[in-house]
């Protein structure tokens, strides 16, 4: 099992040794000891301090619970601004100083980046890791393993099952099905623009959400295998939503508002969007966003692209990562165990830090269980429970997803302008994709 | 400030009068205009500020759902219970940011005016071999951009184990290449050689010298350099960006950074973000209000010579 090589893992390794030959001096001496797979995790034997680094809020109220328990692992929360906008760019400066934090709070879809940079420490051969893969959502601990043998490097920590909101209300009124199909979506689109509003916003800057979107439809953005990369962001499944978008683009039925920004939050205020494709942890955006519309909201699966199908996207997420250097691995992997699966941390975590845990055992959880007033009592994550346990657990993300994202983005922009397509700004965000992978002599097949 | 105020006024009565005034023409067209300019100018940079005022005192849903640029009803005890849960999220540490900030910028700047006073004085009033080399290799400090050196500056304080301390954040903001520069120009310009050569004649030391006498006569261009300086730490975000890991070091920008990057998950920052960014003004303008009569002396002193 030891010498065990998965294919995946091949490819991975061979980047990490160029990648690591060109930042020389980093680590502390042991980033190349152990190699792949089942180096040994052993218990330290005294008292042992971590330092772990997240941006959710209230995670250091979290931790203490652990610290009462542990007195001999005493774990020191760090915070920063989350992750792409200077934690993950804090990360690799540090691992290459040899001074991270043990312990690091990644999303999904950077976890690819710093693998391919060596930047996180297997964890499989700790005790209870590998057997935990029962207690979490299928599909996000694919997002942890990358699908090879032997290997587990975070612990998944949330999830952002997608599914639609919608103003129940308004829908009614107007005399209109809810839409169950992108189909019905479409021709619902077509009647609310009649009425002088939008159905949802298509966002721009968002191409993560687009992302959820092909990985609904079954499409794949990333693969690699022992010969590299395959950067496919124009597939079939691809081209299906971005012709999708752009038809209710170039029929002025969507409107383009930066997501997030303030008259963004007052078109939905003000019930000038109907629905919204959003994550489970748009429920508390809405909430807090658009407060004049409590009560008028209720959330329903995603639409179909078949008929009576059930897939479902993801939006955001992240993972606990014991970093590279850690010199206390297998204390540093029980405490990301505990964090995610203990169902007072998952409680707490949730409350202070409006986390939607990865581990299967949320659905148990009070603050998932009940009605939700803004929904008019509807059991809403009932739905986003369904939901997780419909995403695709093979999707892959590509280790330059910050710059994918840029690329896509600036295209999409151009896209609304009316300067190209959506399918434009996937085909030059894929070239721009292997351009990046070359000149990081990380393999790619073309 | 009362000089501005005043060269209007005069100039208006010649104008009336008619008689040619002494200073340059100014006819009504080319005054207006001027007006006008400076007019949107202020406009331009109040408006985002009369923005932050107004959005203060409003509710998360008020700031989307009413109008931007005026008051609500409940407009002030809203203000007053958005302060006060400024101050008390997360267990109160966003006065701990401003308290950071108090620390880095304030005693950063005074040190830092010390530092550089010293010597742009020793470059302009001592004569010694490769004065002007030093002095060239300082002024071409002031093109390196602080952004570039921030990242080998983790990598040094890594060597030594500083990083996420104090001392990473404090220790670099003491150094400040415009801050020798001006001292420079402002010394050789306002400390008269004759004087320093009195002052050893009658047994004062070098040191005594520049702390007694000098400092006094360049003391615009120190409050210039102070200035400077706080402005720049206060605003200063890259590098403590780097640096700290631990929040209750972090300065009030990166705190507040910080919150602003969570707000798509917890909605509610928004309002804090914007009342925070609001306080955190505060200081600043406060600042300029107290040291403005200095600040335009020693600005001009330099830009004469």
Same mark, same amino acid.
Not at chain 1, 92 to 114: M, S, V, W
Not at chain 1, 287 to 310: C, I, L, N, R, Y
Not at chain 1, 350 to 362: C, R, T
Not at chain 2, 190 to 211: K, Q, W
């Given at each position: 099992?030891?010498a065990?090589?998965?294919k995946?893992?091949?490819?991975f390794?061979?980047? =990490?040794a ?6 020389a ?7 190349t000891?152990?190699?792949?797979g089942?180096?040994?995790c ?8 971590l330092?772990?680094?997240t941006?959710?809020p ?5 931790v203490d619970?652990?610290n ?5 692992i ?7 601004p989350n ?5 993950y760019?804090n990360f690799f400066?540090?691992?290459q100083?040899g001074?991270?934090?043990d312990?690091g709070?990644?999303e999904?879809?950077?976890l690819p ?11 499989a ?5 590998s057997? $935990?893969?029962?207690?979490f ?6 997002q942890v393993?990358f699908?090879?043998?032997?290997a587990v490097y975070?612990v998944?920590?949330d999830?952002g099952?997608?599914?639609m909101f ?7 009124q ?7 199909t ?5 021709a619902?689109a ?7 509003s939008?159905i949802?916003n298509f ?7 687009? $992302?959820?979107?092909?990985w ?7 693969s690699?295998?022992?010969e590299?990369w395959?950067v ?12 999708y978008?752009q038809?209710l ?5 969507v409107?383009?508002l930066?997501s997030f920004s303030?008259e963004?939050n007052?078109s939905?205020n003000?019930?000038d969007?109907w629905?919204?494709i959003?994550?489970v942890?748009?429920? =508390?955006?809405?909430a ?8 008028k909201?209720?959330v ?10 059930t897939?479902a ?6 993972s ?5 250097g850690?010199?206390?691995p297998?204390e ?8 995610n699966t203990d169902p007072e941390?998952?409680?707490l975590?949730n409350e202070l830090?409006?986390?939607?845990p ?5 659905t ?7 009605g939700v007033?803004y929904?008019g009592?509807?059991?809403?994550y009932?739905v986003?429970a369904?939901?997780?346990s ?14 994918t994202y840029?690329?896509v ?11 190209g397509?959506l399918m434009?700004?996937l085909?030059s965000?894929e070239e721009a994709t292997?351009?990046s ?7 790619v097949?073309? | 400030?009362?000089a501005a105020a005043a ?5 208006r009565?010649?104008v009336r ?15 207006t205009g001027?007006?006008?300019i ?7 940079? *109040? ?11 409003k509710t998360g ?7 931007p640029?005026w008051?609500?009803?409940?407009s ?8 006060g849960?400024l101050f008390?999220y997360s267990?109160g540490v966003f006065?701990?940011?401003l308290?950071?900030? /108090?620390?880095y910028a304030? *005693?950063?700047?005074l ?9 742009g004085?020793?470059l302009a009033?001592?004569?010694?071999k490769?004065?002007?080399?030093i002095?060239?290799i300082?002024l071409?400090g002031?093109?390196v951009? /602080?952004?570039?050196?921030a990242?080998?500056?983790? *990598?040094i304080f890594s060597?030594?184990?500083l990083t996420?301390t104090l001392?990473?954040? #404090?220790l670099?903001?003491l150094?400040?290449p415009?801050g ?18 009195? /002052? ?6 070098e040191?005594?010298?520049? #702390? ?5 006569l ?5 409050v210039?350099?102070?200035l400077?300086? #706080?402005?720049a730490i206060?605003?200063n975000f890259?590098?403590?960006?780097i640096?700290?890991?631990?929040q209750?070091?972090f ?8 919150w602003?990057s969570?707000i798509?998950q ?14 955190s003004?505060?200081p600043?303008i406060?600042?300029f209000?107290?040291?403005?009569? #200095? ?9 004469v010579?």
């Amino acid at each position: 099992m030891r010498a065990h090589y998965g294919k995946a893992t091949a490819a991975f390794a061979m980047v =990490s040794a160029l990648t690591l030959a060109g930042c020389a001096g980093g680590g502390g001496g042991d980033s190349t000891a152990g190699g792949e797979g089942g180096s040994s995790c052993e218990p330290s034997s005294g008292p042992v301090d971590l330092t772990f680094t997240t941006w959710v809020p209230g995670m250091d109220k979290v931790v203490d619970l652990w610290n009462e328990e542990n007195p001999d692992i005493q774990v020191k929360v760090q915070t920063g601004p989350n992750g792409n906008s200077g934690t993950y760019q804090n990360f690799f400066n540090q691992l290459q100083a040899g001074n991270a934090p043990d312990l690091g709070q990644i999303e999904y879809d950077a976890l690819p980046n710093f693998r391919v940079q060596d930047g996180l420490e297997n964890i499989a051969s700790c005790e209870n890791v590998s057997d $935990a893969e029962d207690q979490f959502v299928d599909w996000t601990w694919g997002q942890v393993t990358f699908g090879e043998d032997d290997a587990v490097y975070a612990v998944p920590q949330d999830s952002g099952p997608m599914a639609m909101f919608y103003r129940k209300d308004l829908f009614e009124q107007a005399g209109i099905e809810v839409p169950t199909t992108w189909e019905e979506y479409a021709a619902a689109a077509e009647e609310i623009k009649a009425q002088g509003s939008y159905i949802t916003n298509f966002p721009r800057g968002d191409v993560n959400w687009f $992302a959820g979107n092909v990985w609904q439809a079954g499409g794949q953005w990333f693969s690699n295998d022992d010969e590299g990369w395959d950067v496919n962001l124009t597939g079939e499944e691809s081209e299906q939503v971005a012709n999708y978008w752009q038809g209710l683009l170039e029929k002025d039925q969507v409107s383009t508002l930066p997501s997030f920004s303030d008259e963004w939050n007052a078109s939905f205020n003000e019930g000038d969007q109907w629905t919204w494709i959003s994550a489970v942890w748009g429920a =508390s955006t809405l909430a807090t966003g658009a407060p004049d519309t409590s009560g008028k909201w209720a959330v329903a699966p995603m639409p179909q692209w078949e008929d009576g199908g059930t897939a479902a996207g993801n939006w955001g997420g992240s993972s606990t990562a014991v970093l590279k250097g850690s010199e206390h691995p297998y204390e540093a992997a029980q405490f990301a165990l505990w964090l995610n699966t203990d169902p007072e941390a998952l409680a707490l975590a949730n409350e202070l830090g409006g986390l939607y845990p990865a581990a299967k055992s949320a659905t148990d959880l009070e603050a998932f269980s009940g009605g939700v007033e803004y929904f008019g009592g509807q059991k809403i994550y009932d739905v986003f429970a369904e939901a997780s346990s419909n995403v695709d657990p093979n999707f892959t993300w590509g280790p330059t997803m910050t710059q994918t994202y840029t690329d896509v983005s600036d295209g999409f922009g151009k896209a609304i302008g009316g300067d190209g397509t959506l399918m434009d700004a996937l085909t030059s965000g894929e070239e721009a994709t292997v351009e990046s992978l070359k000149s990081q002599s990380i393999p790619v097949k073309e | 400030m009362s000089a501005a105020a005043a060269a209007p006024v005069s100039t208006r009565k010649s104008v009336r009068r008619g008689n040619a005034p002494r200073g340059p023409r100014h006819s009504i067209m080319s005054r207006t205009g001027a007006m006008l300019i400076m007019g949107v100018f202020t406009l331009y940079f *109040l408006t985002p500020i009369w923005w932050l005022l107004v959005s203060s005192t409003k509710t998360g849903g008020q700031i989307t759902g009413t109008a931007p640029l005026w008051f609500t009803m409940e407009s002030i005890p809203t203000f007053f219970s958005n302060i006060g849960r400024l101050f008390t999220y997360s267990d109160g540490v966003f006065g701990r940011w401003l308290l950071n900030s /108090a620390i880095y910028a304030g *005693l950063g700047a005074l040190l830092g005016t010390i530092i550089a006073a010293m010597c742009g004085y020793a470059l302009a009033k001592y004569e010694f071999k490769g004065r002007e080399a030093i002095f060239n290799i300082v002024l071409s400090g002031v093109l390196v951009p /602080a952004t570039a050196l921030a990242l080998p500056l983790f *990598l040094i304080f890594s060597e030594v184990k500083l990083t996420n301390t104090l001392w990473a954040v #404090f220790l670099p903001s003491l150094v400040s290449p415009f801050g020798v520069y001006l001292a420079r120009i402002y010394a050789a310009a306002s400390v008269p050689g004759e004087l320093l050569e009195a /002052a050893r004649l009658d047994g004062s030391g070098e040191i005594r010298t520049f #702390f007694t006498v000098s400092t006094r006569l360049m003391a615009p261009a120190l409050v210039t350099i102070f200035l400077f300086q #706080f402005v720049a730490i206060w605003n200063n975000f890259f590098l403590p960006l780097i640096m700290l890991r631990d929040q209750t070091l972090f300065p009030v920008t990166l705190g507040l950074y910080a919150w602003n990057s969570q707000i798509s998950q917890i909605p509610e920052l928004r309002v804090l973000v914007i009342v925070g960014a609001l306080v955190s003004i505060l200081p600043l303008i406060a600042a300029f209000l107290a040291l403005q009569r #200095f600040w335009s002396s020693g600005l001009g002193a330099g830009s004469v010579k």
